[in-house]
Each structure stands twice: as structure tokens, then as C-alpha cells.
């Protein structure tokens, strides 16, 4: 049987590990590779690197960082942000990534979805959607959230399917950092209108809201960063608990 | 020496990684004497099969991997093109397994990504292993079930997510990034 995956995010500037709130405030909160290898000896699934680095400089710095993570560490692994061209992701699939995610590129540019697909395979495109809900409908926003777009959240969803995603990975900006739980309904309603995997992210707060999100929508992963990197929820806590739910995980 | 084919697909990175993590010196490279003289040979491969099987014509690997003696294992896209015939791209393959590749229908989410669980194991590739245990996948298509199968996965319908023919052995889910238990699998390869 096709397990839940469990996946801590790990938002990265400078080479180091970040978590915003509301995608505004940012705490130091570690070394990225050690807080990797603790993930993975905690029973992680997964593994997302969001690089949020704004300056093209410190590019060279996530590619360093991909390849001591790809030598640490025996589960796959996700690299986003700021990936624009063909070149970039080139750069970090060759460092050893596993997937790369790409969000505002896609928006802006939907054939660099193809692109990646036809090189690399549809299986290491992750397309990465800031969703809000406004006016009754939700939207797609780019750059971190910053900014609105005419997009229709379950529009993008189909249309990215179509041009060679192979997951997505859905955060809800109304319940990001809320700890409130996840965005429920958004989250059913994309996994129902397309075939491919959905991760859910945004407003983890509690193992509950894990099963609720499993029992409830057809999303392949959940992903939260904070309550993991505070330990605040250990994973094997987490995973003990999902298991005596009966939600299907991996056990190690 | 393990000798790491060297073709247009991704992964093969990981598999040296992982090499390096149990302690053994690899090479990834297309030479063909480097190939045939290697104590173990793996062949790895993300990517899509109709382009990775010319690139293995157009370098000659197609004839080398199937003259290789020592034992070979296949991962993933690797496993795929040791079958007869692929799906994806209308491929003719390399023909070391006589089963064939078809591409999952659009029953559950496709691909198949994630931890899944394996079941009627035959011979030493899993010994030491947890029949509880799950390896990760990541693909769209599947190899169908043949006397040759050694371990299957159900997803949609049971595949071959293992199949060993002589010295060549190949897994559909990737050893490299299956956690401890992926690393036990290519720990008992290593050492057959």
C-alpha cells in the first residue's frame, strides 16, 4: 500500500535554515544539512529545501548546498525557489536533487514546466502554488506570497497537469502559519481535478490536523516546517500517532 | 570497483552517494572495458525510455551491459530497459527480462511516488530486510509480473518491482533513496 508522506520543509537563506511566519518575520532556526540528517533519522518521508535567497550571487551557495545534502542523506529531496531557467535546474539535479519546485518561473513562464519535464522527466517537476482565498474564489499568488495574480487556483492546477507536472505542492496562504490546521477544501478540490500527487502545506499545528487532512482530502503528503524544526511535534510522535489512527505511513 | 553506467538520465549522482556512504569505490563511466572489468555493475537511470535507449545504441552500451557477467542491478528506468519492450515512446529494450513495461491507467495518481510496501520476495537481494518495510518509487510505468519477478509492489494492479534473470538483477524503486532499508538492499548486491 502506497503510504502518507510526512515532509518537513526547510526554508534556506545563506546556506542557512529559516522559517517565516506569514512568510514575513524570519528566525535563524539551524544548520540545513544537520536538521536534514535529523529528519531523516527521525523517519521524515521527505525532504523540501526552499532556497530563499534573493540575490543571484549566493545561487552558487544552494548548488554547494544540494551536493553536501545529497551525500548526507539516503531519502529523496526536493530544491526550490528562484529557479527560472533550464540552467538552474540542470545545475541542482546534476548536484543530486531529486525534484526541484518551481512557483512565480511557472507562473511567468509555463513552458519551463515542459522544459524540465522533457529533460529531467514529469517526476521531478514539483510546481509549487501559493493559494489565497478572496472574494469567494481561491487565487494564485507569486513571489512569496507578495504578489496577486488573475489565476484561477483550480485553473493553474489543470493546466500545470497538462503541461508535464508531477506533483504539486499546495500551501495555503490564509492558513500558513496559523497553526490552525490545513486548508481543507482547497486542498480536496485540487487533489479531486487532477491525477497527480498533491502535498499539502500551510497550518500544520497539530498531529490531528495530519489526520484530518488525510481522512479528509485525497492529498499524498503533508508539509510543515516550524512545528517540526521547533520540535514542537516530533515526527516519530507524529508517525505513532497516524499509525494508531490507522492512516497509512511508513513505519521505520 | 563498481562501475556506474554512464548515460543521459538522472540519479546517477545519488547511487555514487550512496556507494561512497557503505564504503565502496565507484566509477560512473560509458567505457566499455571499464564496464565488462568492474566487480559489480550498477545501471541507474531516471528519465524517459525511448531517449535513453537510443543514447545506449548510438555509445554501443546496449551490447556491453548485455555481455556483462559480473552481477548487474538495475534501477528504476534501468530495470525498465533490461525488459523486452516499452510503452513509453514504443521502445524496443534490451530483452535480459522477458516481460514488458505498460504505462499505469489513470485509476489512482500517476506517477507513483512515494513509500509503497513489497510482497511474494524470493532470494537473497532482500534478505536481512523487514517484509513490513517500504521502499521509495517514482515512475509512470511498470514492468508486468514474469516467472523472473523476485519481489512485487501493488499499485493499481501488482508489478514486478524486482526481477533477476542470472547475473543481472534490477528494482523498480530506487535502493539509493529508500532510507536504511534501501541501503541494506544494495548493501546485500554489493556483497553477492
Known amino acids: 500500500m502506497l503510504k502518507k508522506r510526512i515532509i518537513p520543509c526547510l526554508d534556506i537563506q545563506d546556506g542557512r535554515t529559516v522559517k517565516g511566519i506569514n512568510f514575513v518575520d524570519i528566525i535563524d532556526a539551524g544548520d540545513p544539512i544537520e536538521l536534514a540528517k535529523s529528519y531523516v533519522a527521525q523517519g521524515a518521508d521527505e525532504l523540501v529545501f526552499l532556497d530563499i535567497t534573493a540575490t543571484i550571487e549566493k545561487r552558487k551557495t544552494l548548488v554547494e548546498l544540494v551536493t553536501h545534502i545529497a551525500e548526507e542523506i539516503n531519502i529523496p529531496f526536493t530544491v526550490g525557489g528562484g529557479i527560472n531557467s533550464i540552467e538552474d535546474v540542470s545545475a541542482i539535479i546534476k548536484a543530486g536533487a531529486d525534484k526541484v519546485s518551481v512557483n512565480s518561473s511557472a507562473v511567468k513562464n509555463p513552458e519551463l514546466i515542459t522544459q524540465i519535464a522533457n529533460e529531467f522527466g514529469s517526476q521531478c517537476v514539483v510546481v509549487a502554488i501559493d493559494t489565497k482565498f478572496v472574494d469567494g474564489e481561491w487565487f494564485v499568488f507569486v513571489h512569496g506570497g507578495r504578489t496577486a495574480t488573475p489565476l484561477k487556483t483550480l485553473d493553474w492546477v489543470q493546466q500545470v497537469e497538462a503541461i508535464g507536472a508531477g506533483e504539486i505542492l499546495l500551501t495555503s496562504m490564509n492558513n500558513d502559519g496559523t497553526k490552525a490546521g490545513f486548508a481543507l477544501d482547497i486542498t480536496e478540490k485540487v487533489s479531486a481535478s487532477v491525477n497527480i500527487p498533491v502535498i499539502a502545506s500551510g497550518g500544520a499545528g497539530t498531529k490531528k490536523h495530519f489526520k484530518t487532512l488525510f481522512e479528509n482530502t485525497q492529498a499524498s503528503a503533508g508539509l510543515a516546517a516550524s512545528i517540526f524544526h521547533y520540535g514542537e511535534i516530533p515526527i516519530p510522535e507524529l508517525k505513532q500517532y497516524l499509525k494508531n489512527e490507522n492512516i497509512a505511513i511508513r513505519w521505520t | ?192
Open chain 2, 1 to 192: 570497483m563498481i562501475a556506474i553506467i554512464k548515460y543521459n538520465a538522472g540519479n546517477i549522482r545519488s547511487v555514487q552517494n550512496a556507494l561512497n556512504r557503505l564504503g565502496y569505490e565507484s566509477m560512473i563511466t560509458d567505457d566499455k572495458t571499464e564496464i565488462l572489468n568492474a566487480d559489480k555493475v550498477i545501471f541507474p537511470g531516471v528519465g524517459e525510455a525511448s531517449s535513453a535507449m537510443k543514447y545506449l545504441k548510438d555509445k554501443g552500451l546496449d551490447d556491453v551491459i548485455k555481455s556483462i557477467e559480473k552481477p548487474m542491478l538495475g534501477i528504476c528506468l534501468g530495470l525498465q530497459l533490461m525488459c523486452d519492450y516499452s510503452e513509453e515512446g514504443d521502445t524496443k529494450c534490451l530483452g535480459i527480462f522477458n516481460t514488458q513495461v505498460k504505462k499505469f491507467p489513470p485509476k489512482e495518481k500517476v506517477p507513483h511516488i512515494g513509500w509503497n510496501s513489497f510482497a511474494e520476495v524470493k532470494g537473497e537481494l532482500f534478505q536481512h530486510i523487514k517484509p513490513e518495510s517500504d521502499m521509495y518509487y517514482v515512475h509512470s510505468y511498470y514492468a508486468e509480473k514474469n516467472e523472473q519477478t523476485i519481489a512485487t509492489c501493488n499499485y493499481i494492479e501488482p508489478f514486478a518491482t524486482a526481477i533477476q534473470h542470472n547475473n543481472f538483477y534490477a528494482t523498480q524503486f530506487h535502493p539509493e533513496k529508500s532510507a536504511d532499508v534501501g541501503t541494506q538492499l544494495l548493501k546485500n548486491f554489493l556483497e553477492l
